[in-house]
């Protein structure tokens, strides 16, 4: 089955600066990786995903970059700003193979230092 | 519209008791699925809904755990008996169908406590 490594496991990062979260996966058939964040006492939302044929994808200052080859992708956050402090998850699945769940990596915890 | 509900959401039991979860998806998903995080660890997929019938219980870790839905409409995890290594937080998420990518709706989580 599917495995899925996140690091790190907590980041901190000064106020206005870039943060990077990667992950690897281990199933070439997984074609589709979002990413949910979740704030203290709150539930995962997903933030931005990235299906398998695109290499890069953007929304305002979230960004996230896929490499197939080395099975692995990352988070960036630009100008992080104090609602950007949660937990990441960073996630992986095959479509269309009839096992839909979602394989998760371990978390990374952000914190962004005023 | 409201999004997934879950009850309770904290559940404090002893060792060898039964404890029932419900998740209430967003009306009109047809795909449902469970979920748990350890403390520490990843979210890890325990099996997935599709109206009701079960599509995959391969992350189902043994027999004392049942999942139901009934009329396809809300869901239930039954834990029986349960042990310490059950503790941890137990999330459902909804999903519509037609749609590989779709995305899949969290609820707020079980906390769930085995003493």
């Known amino acids: 089955g599917e495995n899925v490594e996140q690091h790190p496991s907590t980041l901190s990062v000064q106020e206005g600066d870039s943060a990077v979260i990667k992950c690897t996966y281990s199933?070439?058939?997984?074609?589709?990786f979002p990413w949910y964040k979740q704030e203290l006492g709150k539930r995962p939302q997903l933030i931005i995903d990235?299906?398998?044929?695109?290499g890069e994808k953007k929304d305002q200052r979230i960004a996230v970059t896929l490499n197939k080859t080395a099975k692995h992708f990352s988070l960036h956050i630009t100008e992080t700003q104090p609602e950007d402090s949660a937990v990441y998850f960073c996630a992986a699945r095959e479509t269309g193979g009839g096992a839909d769940g979602l394989t998760f990596g371990k978390g990374t915890h952000l914190i962004i230092q005023p | 519209e409201a999004g997934v509900t879950q009850f309770p959401s904290h559940s404090v039991i002893e060792k060898g008791q039964t404890v029932t979860l419900r998740c209430d998806p967003i009306?009109?998903?047809?795909?449902l699925y469970w979920y748990r995080r350890v403390m520490g660890k990843e979210i890890k997929f325990l099996l997935h809904f599709v109206k009701e019938s079960k599509q995959d219980e391969s992350g189902m870790p043994n027999n004392r755990f049942l999942a139901e839905r009934t009329g396809g409409t809300y869901s239930t995890l039954k834990v029986q008996p349960a042990e310490l290594e059950d503790s941890g937080v137990y999330f459902c998420?909804?999903?519509?169908?037609?749609?590989?990518?779709?995305?899949?709706?969290f609820g707020p989580g079980t906390r769930l406590t085995v003493l």
């Open positions: 990235i299906r398998s044929n695109v």
């Open positions: 998420a909804s999903s519509q169908m037609g749609f590989s990518y779709n995305e899949q709706f």
């Open positions: 009306s009109g998903h047809d795909n």
């Open positions: 199933d070439s058939a997984s074609n589709y």
